[in-house]
């Protein structure tokens, strides 16, 4: 696979000149780039990784809202400490670090993808890219606004015309914004023109990038329902019109090149033995899946090889469906009133004298969530479905009826765990049996919201999207979740509703950054402030 490093926007390509004869040469500023300089198509690829590591890892999904979300647990509070931060909102030593870091990748994701806009705007031959580039810039600045908030969006990257004090878009403006460019990205996807010449998500496949930029559409679109529900109603049939994703095959995920050093960056934590042994499938998410005899328990989940060696080992654990148990969250292993020995049900400890852990029977994610080349999942047609299914419910006009639109999702959810590895595959047979025997619950509005969501749910932790889990629960409400109360927690006792900005923008653009906080509720940047659209 060919990559190529960052370019950086300004202080590139310096020349030193020692004569006079080139009078042209001499008059062209050296420190700009031009297109001749490099190959543009390039930012394609280095924004999509970006992104990657955006939505993924350290910066958030690992260490804050999976665990917020209880789709995983950790007794963290030594060893790999920073899982304290997911598990009971408690701070460890880097955690201004990790909280800036969703900000800081998600603008340079945006930054590649937008120098794509600007080098190939003007010329019509090359619309696909333009498109391509201007979804991706909007998946990283939707990332970044539900994240944090208000952010900077029409003087973002505007670097170069001496603005190096942008001021804060409200995040209503923003998407607003975001949703008109992806309708203009998804007309000008025309296959007729000048082809992709690089592309880590579709290989260049133009009809299902429009899929992308209106099954996006969908998503942004839906976050409007508690805010202005006939606007989110306008979009999410207008996304549906323009064409969503329609099977599995249209799903939006990249996979890893390991040798070359770009690995899945959750992928990439939970094989380090010490964040491995921290992190443990929750309570909440096993139970949820074990009350309906889910078929994807066994696929997930694991108990480790007895013992804290085997805990720390990459070894296959036991997968027998019966033996899978979820951990609590919100316990420690410090020998207090919140020892994990003290929590109810606690199955005891595993191994032999010596080389015992006090957590070795509990369920931790199978080898496949351990593969660095495996999948990284950005918006899967199981999602697209559910949020089709929740805006039937709402009487909205998307095709078929919300039964229809939940199983499919439902479907698509354990179809596409194939696409972590062959040990997370469900046969076909079993996903048809479940989905018949657990068709969505019509009885009345809030039963199909509730039993939708709650799928949405599980269905994107699974795919580690623990991020839109978080999202998705904080605009819906589901599944239902009782917040840790631990000693010392960032957040008043409450499921944190979004991530600091970076230290940074209050020292080097605090005008702009103090008028970003009154675009949440209450105007503090606190982890337990709301963003607009979560009400």
């Known amino acids: 696979m060919k990559w190529i ?3 950086l926007l300004t202080g590139l390509f310096i020349f030193q000149v020692s004569c006079t004869k080139d009078f042209t040469e001499l008059n062209t500023d050296p420190t700009r780039a031009t297109p001749e300089s490099f190959n543009v198509d390039y930012f394609l690829t280095n924004a999509q990784n970006t992104y990657k590591e955006t939505i993924g ?4 999904p690992v260490l804050f809202q999976s665990g917020w979300v209880q789709l995983l647990a950790s007794t963290s509070t030594g060893g790999a400490t920073y899982y304290s931060n997911m598990d009971k909102y ?10 800036a870091g969703a900000w800081n990748d998600a603008f340079r994701s945006a930054s590649l993808a937008n120098e794509i806009i600007k080098i190939y705007g003007a010329d019509p031959a090359r619309a696909n890219s333009v498109a391509a580039a201007t979804v991706m810039k909007v998946m990283a600045l939707a990332y970044a606004t539900d994240i944090y908030g208000d952010i900077p969006y029409t003087d973002a990257f505007k670097g170069a015309e001496g603005v190096n004090a942008p001021k804060y878009d409200k995040q ?12 203009t990205a998804s007309k000008l996807f025309d296959a007729s023109k000048q082809a992709l010449s690089v592309d880590l998500i579709y290989n260049k496949d133009i009809a299902k990038w429009k899929k992308l930029a209106n099954s996006v559409m969908l998503r942004i679109a839906m976050r409007f329902t508690k805010r202005d529900a006939a606007f989110a109603k306008a979009w999410a049939e207008k996304a549906y019109a323009g064409g969503v994703f329609s099977s599995i095959a249209d799903d939006a995920f990249m996979k890893s090149d390991q040798a070359n050093g770009y690995t899945n960056p959750n992928n990439r934590a939970y094989d380090i033995p010490a964040d491995l042994y921290e992190t443990r499938w929750s309570k909440t998410l096993i139970d949820f899946l074990k009350a309906t005899n889910d078929p994807r328990v066994s696929a997930i989940a694991e108990i480790p090889i007895a013992g804290f060696a085997g805990n720390n080992s990459l070894s296959a654990g036991d997968n027998t469906y019966s033996k899978q148990l979820g951990m609590p969250n919100g316990w420690d292993m410090n020998g207090g009133a919140t020892d994990i020995s003290k929590a109810p049900g606690y199955p ?4 032999a004298p010596g080389d015992v852990t006090p957590i070795g029977n509990y369920s931790r994610p199978r080898g496949h969530y351990r593969d660095r080349n495996g999948a990284l999942f950005m918006i899967t047609y199981a999602e697209t479905e559910f949020l089709l299914a929740e805006a039937a419910v709402r009487g909205w006009s998307v095709g078929a009826n919300a039964a229809t639109h939940y199983a499919n999702g439902l479907k698509a959810g354990m179809a596409t765990m194939a696409n972590l590895g062959s040990t997370a595959a469900i046969p076909v047979a079993d996903i048809d049996a479940y989905a018949t025997a657990h068709p969505l619950d019509v009885s009345s509005t809030n039963a199909s919201l509730k039993m939708i969501n709650e799928q949405f749910w599980a269905t994107t932790g699974i795919l580690m999207n623990g991020s839109e889990a978080w999202s998705n ?3 819906t409400g589901y599944p239902v979740l009782t917040p840790v109360v631990f000693t010392g927690n960032f957040s ?3 499921i944190p509703r979004r991530q600091l900005y970076p230290t940074s923008e209050g020292s080097l653009n605090g005008t702009n950054y103090n008028a970003g906080l009154q675009g949440l509720t209450p105007a503090a940047d606190s982890w337990s402030s709301r963003v607009w659209w979560d009400q």
């Open 348 to 351: 005891g400890p595993s191994g």
């Open 57 to 60: 890892g350290y910066d958030g």
């Open 492 to 494: 008043g006792g409450q």
């Open 90 to 99: 408690v701070q460890s030593s880097n955690t201004l670090s990790y909280t």
């Open 5 to 7: 490093s960052y370019i």
């Open 172 to 183: 209503e403006d923003v998407l607003k914004g975001l949703l008109a460019e992806l309708e």
């Open 473 to 475: 629960w904080r605009r």
